[in-house]
């Protein structure tokens, strides 16, 4: 039977003694190599990196991440059910860029769904034992507690959106006023006298951001926005569908409707050809995300682009950043949006 190269691990795999002996250096002066502290000298670092490369010593993840209180996982949270999840082109968006972000690290990520005030209380007690470095929060509402417990835990977390617009907790958005503006200039650019606007919910600060870009829109263009003109939704297509026929029915001269996502303006879409109008002929269309539903729609619908994968990058470089430096630079970062005009107005 072979034996095991002197002071190589049961298994043969070189070992953290083996490196430091070949460099010449102390155990403790590997593990700071490692980890990556600035306690090292270059030319220690040079010494230990190239006797790691010489020995094909791979570092044991779980021992470094013990060693460094640090569990290598982040938590994605969404506080919605399911259904949202996954019908909602958004919250895809934004998991494929925390997941491209994460891909050259050593991170696990842990989707985690909230529904109710037990699942979100079982979270926090999750979070308190140390099971992740750092949350993730997607579509926070207004009078969600959970950012804030996170933070008085210490545990460094960074959200999507905003729950106001003095929030103190990290997060990645976009200019939600500024892209609603820019999807009812463009409609009243188009001739369109009577534009109407489907709201997200009241709960929610972009949901109002952009209802209130819509009203700044109107105003700058000499029009008083008219409530009676604002139906609320709730970001799904159902929500949009039973907005659309509510305005209808108020107001059947409307022209023109903004919605504050495209998967509503899909479901007002549905209402309008139920009631017998066409778009853009009779109705002019525009939603907010730009998804790839916007460009399947018949016909094809003009959206207001958000960077959602960017977004999701973004707030994820944050958060790492945060994990390795313990939250030097708290970012607060508005990304902007632009209009994709389609046939649909």
Do not use: W
């Not at 895809?92 to 990520?109: F, K, N, P, Y």
């Not at 005030?117 to 507690?145: C, I, M, N, T």
């Not at 907790?169 to 009812?184: I, K, M, R, S």
Request: net charge neutral.
């Amino acid at each position: 039977m072979a034996m095991a190269r002197r002071g190589a691990g049961r298994d043969g795999r070189p070992t953290l003694e083996q490196v430091a002996a070949r460099a010449g250096v102390g155990r403790g002066t590997v593990s700071r190599v490692i980890n990556g502290s600035p306690r090292v000298s270059d030319r220690t670092r040079a010494a230990v990196q190239q006797a790691i490369a010489d020995l094909g010593y791979v570092p044991h993840r779980a021992a470094r991440a013990l060693a460094a209180n640090r569990s290598d996982a982040i938590a994605l949270v969404v506080p919605e059910a399911e259904t949202r999840l996954f019908a909602e082109p958004f919250f895809s968006g934004v998991l494929r860029g925390v997941s491209a972000e994460l891909a050259d690290t050593d991170i696990q990520l842990l989707l985690t769904l909230i529904r109710t005030p037990k699942e979100r209380a079982r979270f926090a007690q999750y979070a308190a034992s140390h099971r992740v470095d750092g949350v993730l929060l997607v579509s926070v509402h207004g009078d969600d507690p959970l950012p804030d417990q996170l933070a008085e835990m210490g545990l460094p977390v960074v959200m999507t959106g905003r729950r106001s617009a003095d929030e103190p907790v990290p997060h990645v958005d976009c200019d939600n006023v500024g892209g609603a503006q820019l999807a009812v200039e463009h409609l009243l650019g188009r001739g369109r006298g009577t534009v109407a606007t489907i709201t997200g919910p009241s709960d929610m600060y972009v949901a109002r951001c952009r209802l209130d870009g819509y009203r700044e829109a109107l105003r700058a263009a000499g029009r008083e926005p008219a409530d009676e003109l604002v139906a609320r939704g709730d970001f799904t297509e159902e929500g949009g569908h039973a907005g659309m026929r509510e305005l209808i029915a108020r107001r059947p001269d409307l022209d023109a409707v903004f919605c504050a996502s495209d998967l509503m303006a899909i479901g007002a879409r549905r209402a309008l050809r139920e009631l017998g109008r066409g778009v853009p002929d009779d109705v002019a269309l525009v939603g907010f995300d730009d998804s790839a539903l916007a460009r399947h729609l018949d016909p094809p619908l003009t959206s207001v682009r958000q960077p959602i994968e960017g977004m999701g990058r973004a707030m994820t470089r944050a958060l790492l950043a945060e994990i390795s430096d313990g939250g030097s630079d708290r970012p607060r970062l508005v990304l902007p949006t632009e209009l994709v005009r389609r046939s649909s107005s």
